[in-house]
């Protein structure tokens, strides 16, 4: 398990439909119920792999394809400074 948190000082807030992230300088990344669904898995320790399994009913695709695109994904809240790892 890949250990994820929270870039300090970043905090979740329900939108509509999905969730927005903000940093501590609060730069947002809104996401809709999906991109909610991936963060909160992330956040308890799933990988990539196991993200993708865990919602296998919402990807359309091969499992491979599931994996890099939440993999991509979990990335580029990395490098955006939402998450750490």
């Given at each position: 398990?890949?250990?994820?948190?929270?870039?300090?000082?970043?905090?979740?807030?329900?939108?509509?439909q999905?969730?927005?992230?903000?940093?501590?300088d609060?730069?947002?990344?809104?996401?809709?119920?999906?991109?909610?669904?991936i963060l909160?898995?992330?956040?308890?320790?799933?990988s990539?792999?196991?993200?993708a399994?865990?919602?296998r009913?919402?990807?359309?695709?091969?499992?491979?394809?599931?994996?890099?695109?939440?993999?991509a994904?979990?990335d580029?809240?990395?490098?955006?400074?939402?998450?750490?790892?």
């Amino acid at each position: 398990m890949k250990t994820r948190s929270l870039a300090p000082g970043a905090y979740l807030a329900r939108s509509g439909q999905g969730v927005s992230l903000y940093d501590a300088d609060g730069k947002c990344f809104a996401m809709n119920k999906m991109g909610g669904s991936i963060l909160a898995l992330a956040l308890t320790g799933l990988s990539a792999e196991g993200i993708a399994d865990a919602l296998r009913h919402y990807f359309n695709g091969t499992p491979t394809q599931s994996r890099d695109e939440v993999a991509a994904w979990l990335d580029e809240m990395e490098a955006s400074g939402f998450l750490n790892s």
